[in-house]
T-cell receptor
Framework: DAKTTQPPSMDCAEGRAANLPCNHS???????VYWYRQIHSQGPQYIIH???NNETNEMASLIITEDRKSSTLILPHATLRDTAVYYC??????????????FGKGITLSVRP | ETGVTQTPRHLVMGMTNKKSLKCEQH?????MYWYKQSAKKPLELMFV???????ENNSVPSRFSPECPNSSHLFLHLHTLQPEDSALYLC?????????????FGPGTRLTVT
């Protein structure tokens, strides 16, 4: 799996958009970008994933640059409950044993009142 | 989210004890995983089961013994653990086939070895 780099932390004000960056300059053509988050003392939670088009779901939006070397996860209206560690992972979605996820250190998002 | 449940949520055990962690998924998935998360460290994959067969053992010591009796249940049997094994143990599941391979995690078992 390609390596990703994320800043260690960032904060944003409640109600504002949180834009979480991720660099994946060595991503290969068949690798997807996945985002998970882990709220303190809980298991990780899947957020969103994409290949090259921008994606949006009820939780967030994923913006992938045209060269696919970086992406941004956008939480449009951050709440205090969004405070968590956010992991950006690039991988080929495969079945069985190849479905394993390799987590890095992630970025700690702190949402302030 | 109750798709993946884990019991117990907290466990304190001595180094000579034998205990088991249980994971159950209600999502119809057929791949299951054990991860370990130590303080200040990223998640580490321990074991992968696909269709009830172990397909990966990520160099885990033999004092950790997984068991997958069916596609909905996964156990982690623990014996003669060390204090450094204290960590959050997370179970996850995913579809084996199809386009949706996202992993869904349980809440974890916080293990303390004394």
């Amino acid at each position: 799996d390609a390596k990703t780099t994320q800043p260690p932390s960032m904060d944003c004000a409640e109600g504002r958009a949180a834009n979480l960056p991720c660099n994946h300059s060595t991503i290969s053509g068949n690798e997807y970008v996945y985002w998970y988050r882990q709220i303190h003392s809980q298991g990780p939670q899947y957020i969103i994933h994409g290949l090259k088009n921008n994606e949006t779901n009820e939780m967030a939006s994923l913006i992938i640059t045209e060269d696919r070397k970086s992406s941004t996860l956008i939480l449009p209206h951050a709440t205090l409950r969004d405070t968590a560690v956010y992991y950006c992972i690039v991988r080929v979605p495969e079945s069985g044993a190849n479905s394993k996820l390799t987590f890095g250190k992630g970025i700690t998002l702190s949402v302030r009142p | 989210e109750t798709g993946v449940t884990q019991t117990p949520r907290h466990l304190v055990m001595g180094m000579t004890n034998k205990k088991s962690l249980k994971c159950e998924q209600h999502l119809g998935h057929n791949a299951m995983y054990w991860y370990k998360q130590s303080a200040k460290k990223p998640l580490e994959l321990m074991f992968v089961y696909s269709l009830e067969e172990r397909v990966e053992n990520n160099s885990v010591p033999s004092r950790f013994s997984p068991e997958c009796p069916n596609s909905s249940h996964l156990f982690l049997h623990l014996h003669t653990l060390q204090p450094e094994d204290s960590a959050l143990y997370l179970c996850a599941s995913s579809h084996q086939q199809g386009l949706n391979y996202e992993q869904y995690f349980g809440p974890g078992t916080r293990l303390t070895v004394t």
